[in-house]
């Protein structure tokens, strides 16, 4: 049992914990607080991949700003506990076992596969965040124009879908 | 049974220094910040014309212990109809993030050598090569304490007050982040000791070398930007009291409002130590570094500062200040004659002190800001920091990348 | 040393828990925020195999589906204030026909 095993397993089970935790909640913001903890648990296990810049940014970004905005809007509507009607514990049961058989098949195909895929050997000649950037800017800098102008579509069709009506 | 525990610390060495470094750095962190408090008060005390606390100790020194009693003893209701989960964890989440990022600050350059191994001054190793982004990661996460304070509290003023508080600190953090890309741009890593070790980079220029001259928009743009992002003075609208009942931590009595308030205060450290590192050279002295006899500046200072406490100690009015002020000006003057006389000490001492007192003229700044400036109005604070402060830091930016690649191109072919 | 396989049961088991939390919850709100968890799993699939290959693309190409994540929160909790403005319910089985 070695110490990065013992990490992995520790935040394995919070981010499913966390997991579970959105499931099994009664009110959002609840719900929303286990999706942050899943990303923390998640940032932790890049790290421990030895992705750095990746961590950094998953809670810089997906921590601090995304899931900022649900808390912002989950507060503004005024969620409150949501109510389960017969139609959606009737898609409970099978639900549960399809996406078990899903998630089972999945894992079961890629532990057969990846066996013989070992870890390569950590040849950390750039570290990550140079490495990352020296891609970004030379073989991926078409997608890295072409999301900055995503995030400008974004924003704009975000002011204007909560703009107040005019009338 | 000695000996069993000998080697499990020898066994785990790493571990167990790490663990004495955090208690140390947990202890020293929450009696600066009580004392910071009593510098607070003083400080905007005489701006103001008046005493602040002079009578609870000599010179009012005993204040911060006096309050800390109080905010044990006092009561601590639960409102009725929080969120009893969120509202409990709102205080403890931001206490916990505004501790955590000063594990990520390098004190000083040299590590001190005990029992074969090297004890640096920090609790994060010196080579995290995520440093200032790890930082930036821990303040993004520190909106969560304030909007979830707010929205538990059952409260609308709390609600308004927190909302408004978190969409102050996220538009913010962008202009903060923003502007701290120029001297990343300039020092070429992420790592807090490799940006200062940049600034070190011609340390015949001393203070010239530092950061703040080629990055003076940097600064101001990152400066402003952290202020607002700790919520404070001119930017502490939503939680001033003349205005919305004291904002997100109405409904936060006695000791969950103390935490609030260390809170506060570490990330005003926080802050500080970050404009020192990243600004103005961190560890580096001033001095051009063949003046070797700048090195007993820091005695310099020490040994007068001392022997004026002990003779105003003397004449104190009461019997208590006349016995303890004399014995604390001994303390640091002998301090300072002792740094004079151990040579190794005196340059073990010399990174420390110049960070210290870096650190200790912002906080200055902070207090001298809440004393003398007014506060802004929330759209005029917004407006200012999406209309002003975040095109600022792009420019900055801009014209970083240009004068670098310039550099790269032009004058270094010549 | 974590083989790789263990990374990607794990994110097989949070994608599979994901759909499950887009079937079963009724709050659109919850809904979205499964859609988050199944992206943060395939995420930590692409981290793992870059790790395995030796490659940073699978890095570079988890920034972009945050990236994309970003954009299509804003716009998506866009349209959920709309809807919550027009149909004064967040439930998603009251919001099943076009015309009120």
Known sequence: MTAPLVVF????????????????????????????????????????LGAEFVAAVQIIVYGGAIMVLFVFVIMLLNAGVEEHTSISKMAGAPGLLLVVALAGFVAATIAKSTESVQAAPQTAEM???????????????????????????AVLGAIVLAQREKS | MISFFSNLLSANAELAITVVKIVLLLFIVLTV?????????????????????HRVGPHGLLQPLADGVKFLFKEDPTPAGVDKFVYYLAPLLTLTLAMTSIALIPFGPNPIRLFNHDIYLGIAPPDV?????????????????????????????????????????????????????????????????KIIEAQAHHPEWGIFGWNIWPQILGFFCFFVAAIAETNRAPFDLPEAESELTAGFHTEYASFKFAMFFIAEYTSMITVSCLCSILFFGGWLSPFPASWTFTHYFPSAVLIPFGLWVIWDGVRYE?????????????????LGALFML???????????????????VFLFVYVWMRGTLPRFRYDQLMSYGWKLLLPLSIVNVIITSFVILAKMTWWGAK | MVPTSYYVILSAILFGLGVFAFIFKRNVITIFMSIELMLNAVNLAFVAFSQALGKLDGQVFVLFVIVVAAAEAAVGLGIIILIARNRQTLNVERVDLLKL
């Open chain 2, 342 to 360: 151990w040579h190794g000490g005196n340059e073990f001492i010399q990174g420390p002190f110049w960070l210290l007192s870096k650190i200790f």
């Open chain 1, 9 to 48: 397993f520790v935040l394995a089970a919070m981010a499913v914990i966390g997991a579970i935790s959105l499931i099994l909640q009664k009110h959002p913001i609840h719900s929303a607080l286990s999706l942050i903890v899943v990303m923390v648990a998640l940032a932790g296990l890049y790290l421990l």
């Open chain 2, 129 to 193: 090569n995520i440093g200032i982004l790890a930082l930036f990661a821990i303040t993004a996460l520190g909106v969560y304490g304030v909007t979830l304070a707010g929205w538990s509290s059952n409260n609308k003023y709390s609600l308004l007050g927190g909302l408004r508080s978190s969409a102050q600190m996220i538009s913010y953090e962008l202009a903060m982040t923003m502007s701290v890309v120029g001297v990343l741009l300039m020092a070429g890593s992420f790592n807090l000791k």
């Open chain 2, 318 to 334: 009461t019997l208590f200040g006349r016995i303890i002020l004399p014995g604390a000006g001994t303390a640091i003057a002998g």
């Open chain 2, 33 to 53: 910040n009580a004392y910071l408090t009593w510098f607070e008060r003083k400080v905007v005390a005489h701006i103001q014309s008046r005493w602040g606390p």
């Open chain 1, 127 to 153: 570290a990550s965040t140079m490495g990352i950037s020296n891609m970004l800017f030379k073989e991926f800098v078409y997608p890295f124009e072409l999301t900055s102008f995503l995030i400008l579509v």
